[in-house]
């Protein structure tokens, strides 16, 4: 055979072959996957119910009974195999979801229950989407507003910003978790509050700070988590753990995160944050995974 006959003959092969494998990779798809990502509250072992009695809580062991249990979630990422953050793009409904916000709601409640300041409805997800075509192992998110969110007017605000029992002051801006119980020790109410202090300059409605010495913001990465399978829980349990539960230590009974607040210490450090210029915790005690 003429040398060059074999030498077309040999370039068509290998085009043709390189064809078939261009065709046969099929890129992966990327388009956006829905997400929904659960959260639940726990007090120990037992489900959450607004209203009920749990008996050995705190270093006292008291019994407390939950009447509010709310928090702001915040910039939710899920992370790849490798570490990669990827934003999830929240669905926007502008009752519990807004821009990358959203409320979680664990306590069902309303007039004529045992949680009549409770909103009736409850929202225990975070609905989102975030690209597809690879496999998600873990999670990242805030507990708080971000700060250009977290200062305003409640009452013109839409969507889960319109919660008012979520709410201190124009200055003090949101609480990023509000947790209310009535304890043996102090039947008129326990409660936790936790927001930001030490917010500049002060002032009176509608003077809106430049900074907070203490955002008390939280960023929580829980690795080996997967949506479609395992639920976030709060557990009420641990967070106060080692908290008295029915001695006031000073100020408001419970912890409004002042930093004079003896009784925030141990709470602050169940959330993993700094309390009155001192370390950063090693670690975290309120939420975890579990499988659903």
Not at 52 to 64: F, H, R, V
Not at 130 to 139: L, R
Not at 227 to 241: E, F, P, Y
Request: aromatic letters at 8%; one cysteine or more; hydrophobic letters at 40%.
């Amino acid at each position: 055979m003429n040398t060059n006959i074999r030498f077309a003959l040999l370039a068509l092969a290998a085009t043709s072959l390189a064809a078939c494998s261009s065709d046969s990779a099929v890129a992966p798809d990327t388009s956006p996957r829905a997400v929904n990502i659960r959260f639940a509250a726990r007090v120990g072992s037992q489900p959450f119910v607004c209203g009920q009695t749990y008996t050995g809580l705190g270093t006292s062991g008291s019994a407390a009974t939950p009447i509010e249990f709310m928090m702001y979630v915040s910039d939710v990422r899920l992370l790849t195999a490798s570490g990669v953050e990827v934003p999830v793009t929240l669905t926007q409904d502008n009752k519990w979801q807004l821009e990358n916000i959203a409320l979680i709601d664990f306590a069902a409640g309303g007039a004529g229950t045992d949680c009549a300041n409770a909103s009736p409805e409850t929202n225990l997800q975070v609905v989102g989407t975030v690209p597809g075509g690879q496999a998600y192992t873990g999670i990242r998110y805030t507990l708080g507003l971000p700060f250009a969110k977290n200062h305003g007017d409640a009452t013109t605000a839409s969507g889960p910003l319109s919660a008012t029992a979520m709410f201190w002051s124009w200055n003090g801006g949101y609480k990023s978790l509000r947790l209310d119980m009535r304890t043996t020790g102090i039947p008129t109410g326990w409660a936790l509050h936790l927001g930001s202090t030490g917010c500049t300059p002060g002032g009176g409605a509608a003077v809106v700070p430049t900074s907070c010495s203490a955002p008390n913001r939280m960023t929580y990465t829980l690795n080996d988590f997967t949506a479609a399978t395992q639920t976030i829980v709060a557990d009420v349990s641990t967070l106060v753990a080692t908290s008295n539960l029915d001695v006031n230590q000073g100020g408001p009974a419970g912890c409004m995160s002042g930093t004079a607040d003896s009784d925030c210490g141990v709470l602050f450090s169940a959330f993993g944050l700094p309390f009155n210029g001192g370390a950063t915790p090693a670690s975290q005690s309120l939420f975890r995974v579990t499988s659903n």
